[in-house]
């Protein structure tokens, strides 16, 4: 039986809830990953701030990944957040699914929603950023036909180890 997957846009009352599921999609993703304190000493209050400015921000698009209804992850995309992309360039600035709903497809939906939005605009790439230590990140963002452009490793902090990856729109 086929999955409804839907895109349900993040309003301000909906922070809370995307907080509490990015806390649980970083503690599945990266708990080996970042320090312990990053996770153990999560800044909530921190994190509904930056949301809040996300959901405000015009050139931001914010979404609630829905499976059947049931909230399974979160995507944001448009222009770069981070140094490491290209500059005035479209971003996939987060993208996470809880585990237990990888490898349905879910990822690739959420990817085909970027590339119609870049089809709109008449653009012909978007990027996104991945740590380089997300093995499982890593093999979808190639699987989908993403290229690495750049990598930044070898620091002392993991987290900090990044590549980012050009996906052509066509």
Known sequence: ????????????????????????????????IYPAEWIDKFDIAASQERFLKIADDPQQNLYFIESDGECVGYLCY??????????????????????????????????????AHCRALGE?????????????AIRFYHSVGGRVIAEYGGH???????????????
């Open 78 to 115: 448009g222009r770069e957040q981070e140094k490491t992309m290209p500059e005035n360039s479209i971003c996939i600035n987060m993208l996470y699914l809880l585990n237990r709903f990888q490898r349905r497809g879910i990822g690739t939906f959420a990817l085909e929603h970027v590339r």
């Open 1 to 32: 039986m086929e999955s409804t997957l839907t895109l349900r846009a993040v309003t301000r009352e909906d922070i809370p809830a995307l907080v509490r599921l990015r806390l649980a999609t970083r503690i599945e993703t990266y708990r080996d």
């Open 124 to 136: 012909d790439r978007f990027y996104n950023g991945c740590n380089m230590h997300n093995k499982s």
């Open 156 to 170: 002392e902090n993991k987290a900090l180890d990044q590549m980012v990856f050009e996906h052509l729109v066509s």
